[in-house]
Structures are given as structure tokens and as C-alpha cells.
């Protein structure tokens, strides 16, 4: 399929929550889930202990001293929070988890580098549908490679400060280098928007051609061509959303030429929508840590406004379709939704059951977490 995700399809994922009463779910800062302790400070350090599962593999040397740790930093990881009479519901910052585990290290196995690759983008786009200067192509080309782990530096953003002495690759490339870019791509996009009389709505059509280079030497990667059909009522919506997903297509090319150019072991991405709560996000991703090949596998992005996540995965000796083969004999309930091997990524779908799951604490109060080293 050439739209993977279709992740906004799927209505009620991993739970909800809303703007007002504090619900379990996925949220923008992360998640909040259902905590039972004699505390609220207590039910703020289960909470933090209990979604390490979703960075660390269980067990580990590195899980048991990060929950040591994290729980003496509570605080620091967690947001709102409602608490009466011994339960009560924690949001989580994962953003903030995932920059503590990144600095100490633990989030990439050995063996894979240890340095997003950076990207500066350079994308012209229709004057009529720009967003202070960033389209609707641009920004989904960003979001998409951030998916994929990769730093993605837009250019025409005034403040990311991008400064080029000339128009051509060798200079846009010094630019980039200044920036710290270890990859540029240069792309144009076009779209358009006709009227369907037969629906009355608006089909936009949108194109991205872009060009990819190494930055060192202004070397040529590739062209990459991705084309995306959008219906809506709206024809500037219809020329945006067609942008948008023009952009996320084009994404997944660029990463996995990064990806291939980069070494032998290869990252893939886990699109999941679906599901109950973290629970089952975390047996997902102890079948995915199972399979023979996998190195690694960490919550990379979550979409509380979807409900949707992206989970990062290491792979050695194996690619993103023996992933899917594998995982399906692992968790026959889950429902592969797509597969794309040159993207280095796949979708799934989580069985959903109704919502109820609830953290308990094991250990009296004052005990350390219950986790074996």
C-alpha cells in the first residue's frame, strides 16, 4: 500500500484521552495510565518504573538501574495526574524518558551507530498553501523521517538559520555541512484541485520530486518521485493533504536510502495502531524483541491525536519482511496491515479489548521496584 499507516482510520486506539478529566490513553506528552498505591507520589514512581518496558528490554542490567533511577525522578517524568483514595491516573512524559535513556546511551544497541543522521531539507512548495514560510510536503517529510530516527533540518524555517552563498549543490551542500547535515535533499512540489461533479468534492493531486545528496562532497544519492490523490470539500484542503502525503511518501524513499547506504544492519519501523492501552503495546514489543535478528526495539513516536505509535527496531541479518513473517508466527492475533521492504517499515494492527488494565504496586511502601536484575 502506498499510504502504510492509514492510522487516522482507526478510531479509539490505545485508549483516550480527554481535554478535560485525565483518562488513560495516549496523550501529546505521552501516556497516562491507571495507578493503584497508597500515594500519589508512589503512584507517580510506579507509573515511570512500570513504562520502562517500553524503551528497555525487561530484565536487563540497564531496565533495573534506569528504574532505580527514574524512580527517585518521578517528578521530572511525569505530568498531570488525578489521585483519591489510593488510585488514580499519571501522564507520563516520554519525550522526557526518551532524552534520559538517549544520554545515558541505552537507547541503540551496540554495534549501530550512535548518531541520528541528519537531513537538511530544501523543499519548494506552492506560495498560496505555506505556513510561515514550512508547506504541508516539507513538514511531512520531517515528521516521516523523524519516524525513522533521522534528524531532518528544514531549511526554509527562519530559524533553523540556513545560509547558502549560491543555488547550486556544491553550495547548498557547505550550507548544510554548516548546519551539521550529513545528507540534503532538494525537492519541488506541485499540486492542484479539480472538481469531482459526480460527488461535488474536490480532488487534489499533489507531486514531490526530490533530489537527495551526500552532503560531503555534494555527492548525488538519487531522484525519487511520489505522488499522492486526496478527496475533501475543500480544494485547499484537498492540495494540502495531497502535499501531505506526498511528503510522508517520499520520506520513507529518502530514509531507506539513507539506511542502506549507512551499514549492513538496517532500522525498520513498526507503524501500530489499535490495541487496548500499554499493555498491549508492551506485549508487542517483547514479541518483537523475541524475534531471532532483532537487536533492539524501543516506542519511538506516539500520535496522541491519532492514537497511533511507531515503534523503532534493529535488525541484523534480517529485513523488514522477515520481521513481519516472524512477528505474525509470534502473535497470530495481530493484523498486518502492510508491508514495505524498500521503506524499511511495516503497520500492523492491535487486537482491541475493552479497557481496564491498572498498575499495581507489588512492595510495601518505601521498597525499591520489583525488578529482577
Same mark, same amino acid.
Given at each position: 500500500m502506498r499510504r502504510a499507516l492509514a492510522v487516522a482510520a482507526a478510531a479509539?486506539?490505545?485508549?483516550?484521552?480527554?481535554? /478535560?478529566? +485525565?483518562?488513560?490513553? &495516549?496523550?501529546?506528552?505521552?501516556? %497516562?495510565? #491507571?495507578?493503584? !498505591?497508597?500515594?500519589?507520589?508512589?503512584?507517580?514512581?510506579?507509573?515511570?518504573? /512500570?513504562? +520502562?518496558?517500553?524503551? &528497555?528490554?525487561?530484565?536487563?542490567? %540497564?531496565? #533495573?538501574?534506569? !528504574?532505580?533511577?527514574?524512580?527517585?525522578?518521578?517528578?521530572?517524568?511525569?505530568?498531570?495526574?488525578?489521585?483519591?483514595?489510593?488510585?488514580?491516573?499519571?501522564?507520563?512524559?516520554f519525550a522526557k524518558m526518551l532524552q534520559a535513556l538517549d544520554k545515558e546511551g541505552l537507547l541503540r544497541p551496540a554495534g549501530f551507530p550512535s548518531q541520528e543522521p541528519r537531513v537538511l531539507l530544501l523543499v519548494s512548495e506552492p506560495q498560496g498553501i505555506l505556513d510561515l514560510g514550512v508547506g504541508p510536503a516539507a513538514d511531512a517529510l520531517r515528521r516521516g523521517l523523524s519516524a525513522y530516527g533521522m534528524t531532518a533540518i528544514d531549511g526554509r524555517d527562519s530559524l533553523n538559520e540556513f545560509l547558502a552563498k549560491g543555488k547550486d549543490p556544491a553550495a547548498l551542500a557547505a550550507g548544510a555541512a554548516r548546519l551539521g547535515a550529513e545528507w540534503m535533499v532538494v525537492a519541488a512540489a506541485s499540486a492542484s484541485a479539480e472538481l469531482d461533479p459526480a460527488t461535488r468534492t474536490w480532488r487534489g493531486r499533489a507531486t514531490l520530486v526530490a533530489d537527495q545528496y551526500e552532503v560531503a562532497g555534494a555527492a548525488p544519492v538519487g531522484q525519487t518521485q511520489s505522488d499522492a490523490s486526496v478527496l475533501d470539500t475543500s480544494s485547499a484542503a484537498a492540495r494540502g493533504k495531497a502535499l501531505d502525503q506526498a511528503g510522508e511518501d517520499a520520506a520513507s524513499k529518502v530514509a531507506a536510502e539513507i539506511v542502506r547506504r549507512r551499514s549492513g544492519r538496517s532500522e525498520g519501523a513498526v507503524f501500530v495502531v489499535g490495541g487496548s492501552g500499554l499493555d498491549s503495546l508492551k506485549s508487542l514489543l517483547a514479541a518483537v524483541r523475541a524475534v531471532e535478528g532483532v537487536e533492539g526495539a524501543y516506542l519511538g513516536v506516539w500520535r496522541g491525536e491519532e492514537q497511533s505509535v511507531v515503534l523503532r527496531v534493529f535488525m541484523a541479518g534480517l529485513k523488514i519482511d522477515g520481521l513481519a513473517a516472524r512477528l505474525l508466527r509470534r502473535y497470530p492475533s495481530l493484523t498486518l496491515m502492510s508491508v514495505e521492504p524498500e521503506a524499511g517499515r511495516l503497520a500492523v494492527e492491535l487486537p482491541t479489548e475493552p479497557y481496564g488494565e491498572e498498575v499495581s504496586l507489588p512492595h510495601a511502601v518505601g521498597e525499591g521496584p520489583g525488578r529482577d536484575e
Open positions: 479509539g486506539l490505545l485508549g483516550a484521552c480527554s481535554f /478535560g478529566r +485525565l483518562k488513560p490513553g &495516549l496523550t501529546k506528552e505521552g501516556a %497516562a495510565v #491507571a495507578v493503584a !498505591a497508597p500515594t500519589e507520589a508512589d503512584a507517580r514512581r510506579l507509573a515511570v518504573d /512500570g513504562a +520502562l518496558d517500553l524503551f &528497555l528490554a525487561p530484565g536487563s542490567t %540497564a531496565s #533495573a538501574r534506569m !528504574a532505580e533511577d527514574f524512580g527517585g525522578r518521578a517528578a521530572e517524568f511525569t505530568g498531570r495526574a488525578r489521585f483519591k483514595k489510593g488510585k488514580g491516573v499519571v501522564e507520563l512524559r
